[in-house]
């Protein structure tokens, strides 16, 4: 079976979907693999790597996927890219959840087997292959790092001979996987850290990394289905809101991650919040790509209000390519070894974890594959 992982080309990607050492596994259990060139140097892989680890090289995303019966992708590939993998291989990587009708039609189009890791459902056996955790941890820890390297502040307690310094303050909003990978960072980084999160489950978490955590009298208002969040009324988003105002003073930094699957992400704080911390702070909002959990925040941009400055970043795990790189390819590694063992393809919509992630097959849409009795 041959694999094929082409160079991304969306704007700001540096990830690389295999990396030489997880070519090398699937090398040594039968697979053929082709890398296009170039296509992990942004993550510190070279060509001759990926020769030693087994591969062959070639030029041009046509190329190199060319006889391919399996396609390794970070993002979404172009209609021309699409056009150009061979009729009914498989393609695997971040390719959204379906909503992109015309892309479906591609898929389809072409009776490819399409399995994005957005879809993968979060069950405990999936875990290896989770790569919205791995992406998640990336970018948890680089938004503290964009956050201490905007702030004027230290984050931990310094003693000097020119007098004390205080830690900085930071407070992160929302403790999933990404916010709590923020507050290990900014804990490592000396800073006294709070947090807090709509779902009670996570207080314990939360103090195991040594933050405190700001409880809200919500209850269980908003644990959702599947251990995520579900939408609040608008009082209790009020009440949260007002929460969280009244910490602002006395913050220097806020982490935000406050998200809820297939919904806009919750708004945390409004523009009257922003103007109550003080001249200097920073507000990391990783939230910015469905919508913010700042009413002021500019995708993609970062810009100062109120004297505050407020990061919108995009796709921030790409900007940690070599780690993000080695914990994608691991993820991507599993879900091959899921559908093909020993390079032999074995789709089974009979199995959670195929069926959940899977986009189209075979020309078909997800819906139209049902749960027993298709096997390829
Ligand atoms: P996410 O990105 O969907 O949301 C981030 C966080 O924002 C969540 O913790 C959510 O509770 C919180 N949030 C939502 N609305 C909020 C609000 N108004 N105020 C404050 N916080 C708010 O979440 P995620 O990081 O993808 O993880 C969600 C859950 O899934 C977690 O419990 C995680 O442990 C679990 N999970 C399970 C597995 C698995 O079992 N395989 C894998 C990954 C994650």
Redesign the pocket.
Known sequence: MRLAIPRETAPREQRVSLTPDTVAKLVKSGFQAVVEAGAGIAAGHTDEAYQKAGATVSNGFAACVSGAQAVFKVREPSADEVAAIPEGALLLGLLGRGEDAEQMARYRARRLGVFSLNALP???R??KM?A??SM?ACAGYKAVLLAANSSGKFFPLMMTAAGTVAPSRVFV???????LQAIATARRLGAVVEA????PA?KEEVQSLGAAFVDMPIGDA?VGAG???KE?DEQR?EQ?RQTIAGRLANTDVVIS?????GKRA?L?LPAASVALMKPGSVIVDLAAESGGNCALTKPGAIIVEHHVSIHGPLDIAATLPTHASQMYARNLYELIVHLAKDAKLNVDFADEITRGCCLTYEGRAANELTAVGKTA
């Open positions: 979060r069950i405990s999936a875990q989770d919205l955790s998640a909003l929302g403790a999933g996987v990404a916010g807090f999160d709509v779902r996570v908003g251990g995520y969040a609040l988003n949260i991650t406050a998200s809820i699957p919750p945390l």
